[in-house]
């Protein structure tokens, strides 16, 4: 079975601080996904990357930042965490071609106060 | 940009046939996904279609007409546990990855 794990199910930070939602899959997939959902908008997408340290903006990378240093581990970054970043936030990965469908993590519900 | 649209609601009752429809416009088109999503839990991909036609899967079935920009999910012999969010989500061609656009989805609720 696929497996994508996220550090965090529940994260309270202040507003201001840094936050690290970490993401992990095991299936050696190429691809991996940071979204966000929000009720009545749905899942969005904040960054995406298709290789090691390679990286893509999604459409709404405002506010964030992406690291991936190795192959199984995709980190989204909140440089100074505001209360509109409140959210839950998907992790995704996927093999690399047309086809092949995401897996998504738990989720982690982050609230900034 | 991309413009997906799929009902808010939906209510059907146990054993019944469902269709929930999805509309998209989009340019590059490359596939079309539907994912099912329990309150509180991660999606899971159902299907995907990328040429016309119909997909079918157990009591899961998905339509594709890329000429009209539509999708429908059929599902049938509806259960209790079918009682969740169901997201269509269409791919784009882009320069690398495999990024996907999500509508906002349909909550369906299952009633005896």
């Not at chain 1, 240093?69 to 071609?97: D, P, V």
């Not at chain 2, 539509?70 to 061609?93: F, G, H, I, N, P």
């Amino acid at each position: 079975d696929v497996k994508v794990t996220q550090s965090s199910r529940y994260l309270v930070k202040r507003t201001g601080e840094k936050v690290f939602l970490e993401c992990v899959q095991d299936m050696d997939h190429e691809n991996m996904f940071w979204y966000r959902q929000d009720p009545g908008l749905g899942l969005r997408l904040i960054y995406f990357s298709y290789d090691v340290k390679m990286k893509e903006k999604g459409d709404i990378p405002e506010g964030y930042s992406v690291s991936r240093e190795k192959k199984e581990r995709f980190s989204l970054i909140l440089e100074s965490a505001s209360t509109n970043q409140t959210s839950m936030y998907l992790c995704a990965s996927s093999f690399g071609g047309d086809s092949y469908e995401q897996y998504f993590g738990p989720g982690t519900r982050l609230t900034v106060t | 940009g991309q413009n997906i649209d799929q009902p808010t609601e939906m209510t059907a009752t146990e054993g019944a046939i469902v269709q929930i429809n999805c509309t998209y416009q989009t340019s590059g088109f490359n596939g079309l996904f539907w994912y099912q999503q329990h309150a509180g839990e991660a999606p899971t991909f159902l299907s995907y279609n990328v040429l016309d036609g119909l997909e079918e899967k157990g009591r899961f079935s998905s339509f594709l007409s890329r000429s009209k920009g539509y999708s429908y999910l059929l599902l049938k012999e509806l259960q209790m546990k079918d009682s969740a969010s169901y997201l269509c989500a269409v791919r784009k061609l882009t320069g690398g990855g495999n990024k996907l656009t999500f509508g906002t989805g349909t909550q369906l609720k299952v009633e005896l």
